[in-house]
């Protein structure tokens, strides 16, 4: 039977060893590169900073598979986080022709058609849309009469794309003209034989 004495008695014993484990491996940890990145932004911190601490790559990649369960449940939940779709809709707005600008407001009514599209039963008001920019990074500015907005410099447009990166998001994967998109796969070629 598991009392306190027993409970007491495996816990000096494992203190001890998992103390010594600690001190022979932090150079290892704190230099490890494992990223888990095929998980959801959501995740993927946790589950970068715990395989870091697991040196063995199987374990590593136990840990992936234990945690891509809760990560399909994330992902779905992120799907309707308002900051992906406010990137989203900066995102698209980035891919309209040869903007050098991007008004607050519009970007409002991109997130609002976007919410309308997926049903969401509600809409973002330009001023809660530039907060939630602005908690991406992304800072709005006056510009002229017409309110505030973003200037689209190439740093700009290669930040919301790395971001839309990060949070996967599948604007990212249109294979446009656009220089910050990934390659676009070529056409399938008809096989004769």
Same mark, same amino acid.
């Given at each position: 039977m598991f009392n306190d004495v027993i409970a007491n008695q495996v816990a000096t014993t494992f203190q001890a060893k998992l103390l010594?484990?600690?001190?022979?491996?932090?150079?290892k940890v704190a230099e490890s590169t494992f990223d888990a990145c095929t998980l959801s932004p959501l995740l993927r911190e946790? @589950? $970068?900073?715990?395989?870091?601490?697991?040196l063995a790559p199987e374990l590593q990649s136990e840990l992936i598979l234990l945690l891509q369960e809760d990560d399909k449940d994330a992902s779905a939940e992120e799907g309707l986080r308002l900051e992906c779709i406010v990137l989203e809709a900066l995102l698209f707005l980035c891919h309209e022709g040869e903007r050098t600008t991007?008004?607050?407001?519009?970007?409002? @009514? $991109?997130v609002n058609r976007i919410l309308s599209g997926r049903s969401a039963g509600h809409k973002l008001q330009p001023r809660g849309v530039g907060a939630k920019l602005k908690s991406l990074g992304f800072y709005t500015e006056r510009i002229?009469?017409?309110g505030r907005g973003i200037i689209l410099t190439e740093a700009i447009r290669g930040r919301a794309h790395q971001m839309a990166m990060?949070?996967?998001?599948?604007? $990212?994967?249109?294979?446009?003209?656009?220089?910050?998109?990934?390659?676009?796969?070529?056409a399938p070629t008809e096989m004769h034989m």
């Open positions: 010594s484990y600690r001190v022979e491996n932090l150079k946790v @589950a $970068t900073s715990l395989g870091r601490c697991l991007v008004f607050v407001e519009e970007v409002a @009514a $991109t002229g009469s017409r990060v949070y996967n998001l599948s604007s $990212t994967q249109i294979g446009s003209d656009c220089p910050h998109c990934g390659p676009v796969p070529p």
